[in-house]
């Protein structure tokens, strides 16, 4: 199975909702690459992060982009009950206050939800919602948007992060582009049985032959020590750079070898 069976699999929570989102992702003719935020919560950083001219060179999922050669899609996922409606009905069409208020401050940017959602289920009992972000900024030089914005689609999955990696990214081979482990302390840290700095990336490596190679980590101060992370698959991974204000004290972004 592949992507594509995984979009058509979704059914409709409600037989009166627009599908508008699900047939653009439907349309795609490249497979997306997954940028994933387990643990999220409501934090739209990384798209505040997603300026023009960015180091990357790489540019999140937009609507007026859908056919670029190298689509690469938001993911976030959050197991917590509050979330469970995320983005609420009352948020839709306005500009929300986000997570980490005083970095999008800093960058003069301000999210607004889109008009609508659309929310689907599969494998049971797995939620899928499909939004829309619109993001903008001024006064940043190369890195400014346009004067209406960056309109991203977003996914977001009320349920485990190790669910969502086993049953949908390594199930219909999904390739984790970078994979965002920050401020993992909430419901994650209070299983004793599995914590999302050590465990995760060890169960990602192990599913490597069916989703790929990462090609970056970033991961806060509470997921490393002394500088290098706490997962025993990541050691070798070398330290490319630094995030400040974001997540747990110093936010660090690590690749393998010569990937970016």
């Not at 409606?85 to 999008?104: M, N």
């Not at 400014?144 to 219909?172: H, I, Q």
């Not at 997540?247 to 070898?257: A, P």
Request: hydrophobic share 35%.
């Amino acid at each position: 199975m592949n992507w594509r069976d995984f979009f058509s699999a979704l059914t409709p929570e409600t037989e009166r909702q627009d599908n508008r989102l699900l047939n653009s992702m439907r349309g795609l003719t490249t497979a997306p690459d997954i940028c994933w935020y387990p643990g999220s919560g409501s934090d739209l950083v990384p798209l505040l992060l997603d300026v023009p001219a960015n180091p990357t060179g790489r540019r999140l999922l937009r609507i007026d982009h859908l056919q670029e050669e190298e689509p690469l899609l938001y993911w976030m996922n959050d197991y917590g009950e509050t979330l469970g409606q995320f983005p609420e009905d009352d948020l839709l069409g306005k500009e929300l206050v986000p997570a980490y208020d005083d970095l999008w401050k800093e960058h003069k940017a301000t999210a607004t939800i889109g008009s609508a959602k659309e929310c689907y289920r599969f494998g049971g009992n797995g939620k899928l919602t499909l939004f829309t972000v619109t993001v903008r900024n001024r006064n940043q030089g190369v890195h400014t948007r346009p004067e209406s914005g960056d309109e991203y689609l977003v996914c977001f999955s009320n349920c485990e992060s190790e669910k969502l990696l086993k049953s949908v990214f390594a199930t219909y081979r999904f390739h984790l582009h970078a994979v965002l482990l920050i401020r993992q302390g909430g419901f994650s840290m209070q299983r004793k049985v599995f914590n999302q700095y050590e465990d995760l990336p060890n169960m990602v490596a192990k599913l490597s032959k069916t989703i790929g190679d990462v090609n970056c980590w970033v991961i806060d101060g509470q997921g490393l020590e002394n500088g290098r992370p706490r997962a025993k698959a990541l050691k070798s991974w070398k330290n490319v750079g630094k995030l400040n204000d974001w997540g747990w004290e110093s936010t660090e972004l690590f690749t393998k070898g010569n990937q970016t």
